[in-house]
């Protein structure tokens, strides 16, 4: 079974208006955390935001939110009042523990957003 | 603040010919990682390090060697390049095993 489940290959969205992109996750663990990173055309891995398990606020950074539900397993990104510069993959992870003193991120396979003017 | 940086950007191999890419942080991160990314499978750890001296195996680290002479500096190396390890390799690294992961921008390798 996968550990991070992006269900939307590509999305479209029009500029200003609010996104959401889905991600859900399986895990037994009690403590773990999730991370949603971007990914331009050019190619770098930019990092966007981070909820931890045991958080009880949704984590907000400027224009992005993390949706977290825990009982559903669910850390959506929320972008809002999208700009043509959001036109990326995102990429959804989860740290979970891996034993001794490690843990270990586990990627989604990607949600393609287009902005559209 | 460079952050992490990745040389070379770009690299086309023949089959069975050998390379290193280098990556360097400069945030005096412990933890040091290399994932490869290919088309539809997201990003896939190769191998990481947990401080200078000791690298691990990640999930696909067959065909790959590292190694973390200097804190700031994790090396990876392909002994006889395959067609199969056509990819773009990432470098990341953190300040502890549970902390953000920061990246580089890639190195786009080709086997032909």
């Known amino acids: 079974a996968q550990k991070i489940t992006q269900t939307q290959p590509g999305m479209f969205v029009q500029e200003k208006e609010a996104v959401t992109l889905d991600c859900t996750y399986d895990?037994?663990?009690?403590?773990?955390?999730l991370f949603w990173y971007k990914q331009p055309s050019s190619g770098e891995m930019i990092f966007l935001i981070y909820?931890?398990?045991?958080?009880?606020q949704n984590a907000t950074e400027g224009r992005y939110s993390l949706n977290f539900q825990k009982a559903r397993k669910s850390a959506n990104l929320v972008i809002s009042a999208s700009q043509l510069g959001d036109s990326a993959m995102y990429f959804c992870a989860m740290r979970e523990y891996s034993g001794g003193s490690n843990y270990k991120l586990t990627f989604g396979k990607g949600t393609l957003l287009t902005v559209n003017p | 603040n460079a952050g992490v940086t990745q040389t070379p950007k770009f690299r086309v191999l023949k089959t069975g010919q050998s390379m290193t890419l280098l990556c360097a942080q400069d945030?005096?991160?412990?933890?040091m990682y290399w994932y490869r990314q290919d088309p539809g499978m997201g990003l896939r750890l190769i191998h990481y390090?947990?401080?200078?001296?000791?690298?691990a195996k990640g999930e696909v680290p067959d065909g790959y060697n590292v190694s973390r002479l200097k804190k700031q500096n994790f090396l990876l190396g392909l002994e006889s390049a395959a067609p199969s390890q056509t990819s773009v390799y990432f470098c990341a690294s953190s300040y502890n095993s549970g902390s953000t992961q920061y990246f580089g921008p890639g190195t786009r390798l080709t086997v032909l």
């Open positions: 909820q931890g398990s045991y958080d009880e």
């Open positions: 895990t037994s663990d009690q403590s773990y955390g």
């Open positions: 390090s947990v401080g200078e001296g000791t690298t």
């Open positions: 945030m005096n991160h412990e933890y």
